[in-house]
């Protein structure tokens, strides 16, 4: 603050009172002027300083709300993908495939990855004619004669 804004806050606050004067000491105007002019100044940072603790507790507050929020969406996903796990686990299907169904608790992830299930017709091994079984030797000869054989060479 600019030194006249804090004569003009000392000037506010300042109430001209009349004192009796005390039995005693009494001091000259100019020294208690300076005086009430000093204390005015001390109210005058006081209130900054509250205000701005005040504001560092709402930044605190608003940070806090910002963390409560994030935790909070980082429970959802990571219950979220516990439920794609089991029903991947359940089904058979990948995790990548079922991530991209909707769902929002486990029992309607689990029902749409069965209905995706229920729509890929079962693959079953197949194992081309022809084709011998019998161990080769790792020695390049039997492997030559069996991919000569293979291949019609």
Known sequence: M???AVQ???AAVI???EVEPAEGKTFDEAYVKKLREEAASYRVKLKEIE???KSEAEK????????EQ???RFKRESERAGWIRDAAKQT???VDAIEVLGGDDAESVLAAAQRIKSLIPEQGTV???GVEREALPLNGDGIEVALRKALGA
């Not at 605190?60 to 963390?67: C, F, K």
């Open 70 to 72: 994030e935790n909070a």
């Open 8 to 10: 003009q806050e000392a």
């Open 2 to 4: 600019s030194e006249e």
């Open 92 to 94: 058979g299907l990948p």
């Open 127 to 129: 194992i081309p004619a």
């Open 51 to 53: 205000d701005r603790d």
């Open 60 to 67: 605190v507050a608003e940070r806090l709300a910002e963390l």
């Open 15 to 17: 109430d001209p009172v």
